[in-house]
């Protein structure tokens, strides 16, 4: 493990207005609609990239980053089963998730991508990494969901009870109706963002559209709950015997990777990531005060500069 660098601000072009989500597609993988936004690269050397956002959240979590390196990568955002407009899945747990990234990247036909993961989708990456590394070309994780011995500490430590119920999903679903979508926009920026003021009018406005979403859909619930699940399943799993175990596959991990976590994160124990990158064999770490589980919506430009530090380092 060793420090990230951050390449010079200028590295990224000058500082623009607020882009609009980039344009949407619906691909068939699987048998199943997966909803992907492309961000085309604008440089003659852009190379393929996949952003994989995390819990709750959607393709449109990468609108800023994705324009930012867009002189480098030719990126794709994927909405994850059973999020924003995918259809969904019926197993939601790590390793269900990871095979259907797989599968996308193998209907993709791009080779090797850079990889790029927040929370749920930065524990899903590390599997894909570990698994596939003819897949992935470098890794980006970004307060990635690995495991953590007491989730009960976090944003999501009211819902943990109710996993054990069978029917947890009808629960979460009446607690949804009980909250407007403003007052649920709320919430999620108080959990995600460290300092909420960094949200744009833009942004807070698309949150809003996505939020409005989730209530028009029977299967958000499921979802949720379900992945909700698949990752404490996981962190149990990684403290036992076994192959399986997300940390024994971090270890196992080639690929050059970075690893940025924020020490306001309400979500993901901030000491994760630098446990992240001590396991991971080739890793960099940025770690980053007054910033919460978003970084890369609440500081773009400097989670751009921290990729672009890698892959200067990288290049020799």
Not at 51 to 60: A, E, F, K, M, P
């Amino acid at each position: 493990m060793k420090g990230a660098v951050l390449a010079a601000d200028g590295a990224l072009g000058p500082v623009g207005d607020v882009p609009a989500p980039w344009p949407a597609r619906r691909v068939t993988v699987g048998g199943k609609m997966l909803h992907v936004r492309d961000t085309p690269g604008t440089g003659p050397g852009a190379e393929p990239a996949v952003y994989v956002h995390g819990l709750g959240g959607s393709s449109q979590n990468f609108t800023d980053l994705a324009g930012l390196l867009a002189d480098r990568f030719d990126g794709q955002a994927i909405d994850l089963p059973g999020f924003g407009y995918s259809d969904p899945s019926p197993r939601y747990s790590i390793a269900a998730l990871a095979d259907i990234l797989i599968a996308y990247l193998e209907f993709a036909g791009r080779g090797s991508v850079h990889l790029v993961g927040n929370s749920l989708g930065g524990s899903i990456a590390v599997r894909v990494a570990a698994l596939r590394p003819d897949l992935v070309r470098t890794l980006s994780l970004i307060s990635p969901a690995m495991p953590f011995l007491d989730p009960r500490r976090t944003a999501h430590g009211p819902l943990l009870p109710i996993l054990a119920l069978p029917r947890a999903e009808r629960l979460f679903a009446w607690g949804m109706a009980r909250l407007t979508v403003d007052e649920m926009a709320d919430q999620v920026m108080l959990a995600c963002f460290g300092d909420t003021s960094k949200v744009s009018a833009q942004r807070r406005a698309e949150a809003i559209e996505e939020i409005k979403l989730r209530y028009t859909v029977s299967h958000y619930p499921r979802a949720y709950m379900g992945t909700l699940r698949g990752l404490v399943s996981s962190f149990l799993r990684a403290y036992l015997p076994g192959a399986g175990s997300q940390w024994r596959l971090a270890a196992n991990v080639v690929a050059p990777t970075l690893v940025i976590g924020g020490l306001d994160d309400k979500l993901v124990d901030p000491r994760v990531p630098a446990q992240v990158a001590r396991v991971v064999p080739d890793s960099r770490l940025l770690i980053l005060p007054r910033v919460g589980h978003v970084a890369q919506m609440e500081v773009p430009r400097l989670v751009a500069r921290a990729i672009v530090g890698m892959l200067t380092d990288i290049a020799g």
